[in-house]
């Protein structure tokens, strides 16, 4: 990462790699870097598909994503503001193994789990077929599944990011 650019004030660009268990790109954008620490990095990004429906809201082309990654966590959360009037609209969260931080790229394995929570707090666990459709070693399904949990645990006893 170019640090000395981050601490200027320069916007840093961080290319983002969701990758399925067999470790291939799946999808992939870019991200302003917003802060990072040895064990965590926040971007910032925005929403680039065709508006859609989702859960309780309307995720719309240009929606700010404010996205957090951990090299010690089984997670990232993405905290989700409307394009329009900064609105917090919830916290989509992926269930993935640890990301993976460099050359101006974060990565990590999605493990098909994803979370979203509501701004009432409302919690829902979704994509389970597709993790129990997925061909896992225990190791990986231990450590989706804690980490689910904690990721809940995180809601429902802590402070989200914001």
């Keep these: 990462m170019k640090t000395s650019e981050a601490r200027r004030g320069a916007a840093v660009r961080i290319k983002v790699q969701k990758k399925n ?60 503001y409307d394009r329009d009037d900064s609105r917090l609209k919830g916290w989509y969260c992926n269930i993935g193994k640890p990301a993976v931080f460099e050359n101006g790229i974060v990565s990590y394995i999605d493990l098909a789990l994803d979370l979203w929570v509501s701004t009432s707090g409302q919690q829902t666990v979704l994509d389970e077929d597709e993790f129990e459709a997925l061909e896992l070693d225990e190791e990986l399904r231990d450590g989706a599944l804690k980490g689910l949990d904690g990721l809940r645990q995180l809601f429902l006893n802590d402070k989200p990011p914001m």
């Excluded at 991200?31 to 910032?44: F, K, P, R």
């Excluded at 082309?61 to 905290?79: L, P, Q």
């Design 21 to 80: 268990p067999a470790g291939e790109v799946t999808y992939e954008y870019e991200g302003t870097l917003l802060s990072w620490d040895e064990h965590s990095i926040v971007l910032e990004a925005l929403f680039d598909r065709p508006d859609m429906p989702f859960m309780d809201v309307l995720f719309k082309t240009g929606d700010r994503f404010v996205e957090y990654y951990y090299t010690e966590r089984w997670y990232n959360i993405f905290v989700v």
